[in-house]
T-cell receptor, first 108, second 129 residues
């Protein structure tokens, strides 16, 4: 099983600032098959990024993903009020699929 | 628009069984339910997401994979004619208490389990005496 470790656990930022979230895998993820999801309290997770860097349909271009091998990053270029949420990375290149423990982006 | 609707959650005693259903509806660019892998994910109260298991489409053998935490107790199946996926849970433990989501595993194949582009609203399972 590939263990994913997200950092930091909590990111305190102000609207308009840049957010950089990290996801590190315990071993290389096949084909960079990493996705990122956003989850707001009481709501279902929403797909943001797949294949490390591909935005899902309808996702604003302030969200971008990068990385390969064992290191992956989600960047939010300028935080909007609706972006404060918990973000999870997910590797789907091999079974079992695994999630990181999440990064909470909160308003400073 | 593709929709997934889970049902079957509730309060159950430790050691008992429960079966969850996930009904697929909607039209998606000529594809049907049977073309996709279906995945189950759970989230314990106040915790993160945990991948539970998935079932491949028939095109990839309809094979099933499980997380170690549920292997031997949970089983996943599908009825493509009814567009429903199931999660049968047996020997339930208090630590199985969670919201259970089904999700479409897009892009899955022989190796990849697919990313989750469409999620149901979740159904709460509470295991308590």
């Amino acid at each position: 099983e590939i263990v994913l470790t997200q950092s930091p656990g909590t990111l305190s930022l102000s609207p308009g600032e840049r957010a950089t979230l990290s996801c590190r895998a315990g071993q290389s993820v096949s084909y960079s098959y990493v996705a990122w999801y956003q989850q707001k309290p009481g709501l279902t997770p929403r797909l943001l990024i797949f294949g490390s860097s591909n935005r899902a349909p309808g996702i604003p271009d302030r969200f971008s993903g990068s990385g390969s091998g064992t290191d992956f990053t989600l960047t939010i270029s300028r935080l909007e009020p609706e972006d404060f949420a918990v973000y999870y990375c997910h590797q789907y290149g091999s079974s079992p699929g695994t999630f990181g423990q999440g990064t909470k982006v909160e308003i400073k | 628009e593709v929709q997934l609707v889970e049902s079957g959650g509730g309060l159950v005693q430790p050691g008992r069984s429960l079966r969850l259903s996930c009904k697929f509806s909607g039209f998606s660019s000529g594809f049907s339910f049977g073309d996709y892998a279906m995945t189950w994910v759970r989230q314990a109260p106040g915790k993160g997401l945990e991948w539970v298991g998935f079932i491949r489409s028939k095109a990839f053998g309809g094979t099933i994979e499980y997380a170690a935490s549920v292997t031997g107790r949970f089983s996943i199946s599908r009825d493509d004619s009814e567009s429903i996926a199931y999660l049968q849970m047996t020997s339930l433990k208090t630590e199985d208490t969670a919201v259970y989501y089904c999700a479409r595993g897009f892009g899955s194949g022989w190796i990849s389990v697919g990313y989750l582009d469409t999620w149901g609203q979740g159904t709460l399972v509470t295991v308590s005496s």
